[in-house]
């Protein structure tokens, strides 16, 4: 196991003078709080004796009932049997990596790809190998060559993770097209996908995407969660999944943590059932919109020549590609002392790659801090340009745009 690149930050970025760049947390303050407050309290004193009991390992029936009706706005199909609630959707993709990784076994992930299950990869000995993405998601020729290529080594593939609408932390979303191209590739070398969604109701236009699971529902393995659609504190996520599948994931839950927070559950599920979630996650999207509009007119504006970002359609992240020859990493402690905070790239590959790169988050902070924020970055890597103009690269040019190499370095 190792430390985050994104928790090691928190306590610099802690600081109220710091402009926050870099965590991902939603902006929970524009929750109706008085309403939520009032409704738990109601909660409580309404049906305690249940709501602070021991619950079931695989979740409160009602609210995965009410999960169905989330999940079929992404247009899946699916019976709350074969849901099961978790600790956020960390811990779901804690007890599938449990289920069906032995160490060596491989892993495919995009590049770059989500921290966190990058982090929980490890911890479970798997070798991750990663699959380029471009702006328009995971590229299915890279996909199929690299299965190849590890058919050919005799290596066992257990599944593909993807994040495939508003991608953490590239923010790019994988087109329709590819969707069904990357399912029609993972069905015939038989892998099983791992589809981590917990942006896909946060598009700033239109409507949402479908997601991977409604066009395969026995290969597929969804994980959702309501951090940022209701409150992340909450920590209620859920997967569904096949149904001999759900079967090991109740056990694995059990064995875990016994039961998820009824708590939590109870109060997921009452949320659901008395406030107009559905105009909340619209105003959640209306927020996110300015903000995000809000990094990309000041990324525009003000970053120097040679630097590239994406233009994400929702979610929370824009993915920045600095210059030749800087450094992401060993620019972040002079960025902290200069009162702003990004991710380096490098927390977001296996293998510490990605040293080009950062992820910027625009879900918190107001539109006039992230101006300032963008403000003094912008001047960071102007710095940084003069520096490597005088003495040379300041890091490792290690890739371009948001593409790793192909499957000849695995």
């Known amino acids: 196991m190792v430390p985050s690149e994104i928790r090691a930050l928190f ?64 247009g899946v199909q699916a019976s709350a049997d074969d849901v099961v609630v978790t600790v956020g959707a960390q811990q779901a993709l804690d007890l599938i990596t449990k289920i069906f990784v032995d160490p060596g076994d491989v892993i495919l992930a995009e590049a770059p790809s989500y ?28 996909l199929r060559e690299t ?31 590819r969707r069904a191209q990357v399912l029609e590739i993972c069905a015939e070398y038989d892998v099983l996908v791992v589809e981590d969604n917990p942006y896909g109701l946060l598009g700033f236009d239109g409507e949402p995407m479908r997601a991977l699971r409604a066009d395969d529902a026995e290969r597929v393995i969804y994980l959702g969660s309501f951090s940022k659609t209701i409150a992340s504190g909450l920590r209620v996520g859920w997967v569904l ?105 490098t927390g977001f590959y296996a293998d510490g790659t990605g040293q080009r790169h950062m992820r910027l988050s625009y879900c918190f902070p107001e539109p006039h801090r992230i101006r300032e924020g963008v403000r003094r970055l912008a001047g960071v890597v102007e710095q940084e340009i003069r520096l490597r103009d005088t003495f040379g690269d300041t890091g490792s040019a290690a890739s371009t745009g948001v593409q790793t190499p192909g499957p000849d370095v695995v």
């Open 115 to 142: 921290v966190g299950a990058l982090g929980t990869f490890a911890a479970y000995q798997a070798d991750v190998v990663h699959v380029p993405l471009d702006e328009a998601g995971l590229i299915p020729s890279a």
């Open 241 to 345: 999944a096949p149904h001999a599948v759900r079967a090991k994931l109740v056990l694995a839950a059990e064995s875990a943590i016994l039961c998820p927070s009824n708590f939590s559950q109870l109060a997921v599920r009452e949320y659901l059932a008395t406030q107009p979630w559905r105009e909340q996650i619209k105003d959640f999207r209306e927020l996110y919109r300015s903000r995000r509009d809000a990094m990309l007119e000041s990324l525009d504006q003000l970053m120097p020549d040679g630097c590239s970002w994406t233009r994400p359609a929702g979610g929370f992240f824009v993915w920045l590609t600095l210059p030749e020859g800087l450094d992401s990493k060993a620019m972040a402690p002079r960025a902290i002392a200069e009162r702003v905070a990004y991710v380096p790239g």
């Open 11 to 74: 306590a610099m970025v802690a600081r109220p003078e710091v402009v926050s760049l870099a965590g991902g947390a939603p902006y929970v303050s524009a929750l109706p709080l008085d309403a939520v407050g009032e409704m738990i309290g109601g909660l409580v004193a309404g049906k305690g004796a249940e709501v602070l009991q021991y619950g079931s390992a695989q979740g409160d029936e009602v609210l995965r009932e009410h999960i169905c009706e989330v999940m079929s706005l992404e």
């Open 147 to 177: 299965l190849a290529h590890l058919r050919a080594q005799g290596r066992r593939v257990k599944f593909l993770y993807t994040v495939p609408t508003f991608q953490n932390p590239a923010g790019v979303t994988l087109t329709t097209a």
